[in-house]
């Protein structure tokens, strides 16, 4: 087993690399490091012959919690290159098969980063959310573009605008994941397939991807590029500050407070 950070570990099993965020404790909260970490193995393993498949999982009782907001309260993103934007960036590039096995919290980026797999194994304890408006912010990834592409845009407000929590069966119902498998076997079910596309031919398997995510490719691109430019004006504002100060001291934001500073703004 090898490790890029201890946050990240990576094993490979023939042409198979797992990927596996290791911060239990935290429920795989991203660090800017980790954010970093990942876009390095995934750009590494689109370049190695030898890695066919990538299998991305959590551990512990969480897939991931999106930003650890501490490290992110030091490290905000602005508005151009950021280890964030590293990682979607290697994202919209891959063109290998990227199967991912989610159980527990998925949360913010836990979600949106899902968007970039090819299949989506749910164990029946996972719960997705997408606050970014309550943490006054705004979606990223380019989520605000895939995900009204995927499910329609009344359906897509009701998880972005009021940041409605959904289960492992509401996702499978929007078309948001491949399947709700148990817990006990969500991993097995991702290594399965991942055996399965291993086995095809990577040339063909690796073009159909490529020309199945063409369309909207350009999209997407477009779509981070302006999320990223207003996430970097959001976070530095006022309301934000208050969000993610109270989530900080467990309490309920208050943004009344921050009327007049937005008023002025």
Not at 247 to 257: H, I, M
Request: proline share 5%; glycine share 6%; net charge neutral.
């Amino acid at each position: 087993m090898t490790s890029m950070t201890d946050d990240i570990v990576t094993e490979r099993t023939g042409s198979m690399l797992r990927v596996q965020l290791n911060r239990p404790a935290k429920r795989n909260a991203m660090t800017s490091a980790m954010y970093v970490a990942l876009a390095d193995i995934f750009n590494e393993a689109a370049k190695d012959e030898n890695t066919r498949v990538v299998i991305w999982h959590g551990a512990g009782d969480s897939f991931c919690a999106g930003n650890d907001i501490e490290d992110f309260l030091k490290n905000p993103p602005g508005p151009g290159e950021s280890p964030q934007s590293r990682l979607m960036n290697a994202f919209v590039n891959f063109d290998k098969p990227l199967v991912a096995a989610v159980h527990g919290a998925a949360i913010g980026g836990g979600t949106t980063m899902l968007t970039h797999c090819d299949f989506v194994y749910a164990g029946e304890s996972a719960q997705f959310q997408m606050p970014f408006v309550n943490l006054a912010v705004v979606p990223e990834f380019g989520s605000s573009c895939s995900i009204p592409a995927r499910i329609g845009y009344l359906r897509a407000a009701e998880l972005i605008l009021l940041g409605i929590p959904f289960d492992a069966r509401r996702a499978a119902e929007l078309g948001l994941v491949t399947q709700v498998i148990s817990d006990k076997d969500v991993l097995a079910k991702a290594t399965e397939t991942a055996r399965k596309l291993a086995a095809k031919p990577a040339g063909a398997l690796q073009a159909s991807k490529k020309l199945v995510k063409q369309s909207f490719r350009e999209q997407i691109k477009a779509a981070m590029k302006a999320e990223n430019e207003e996430f970097s004006v959001q976070v530095r504002s006022e309301d934000a500050k208050e969000a993610l100060t109270a989530f900080l001291e467990k309490r309920k934001p208050d943004f009344t407070r921050t009327v007049k500073s937005r008023a002025t703004a």
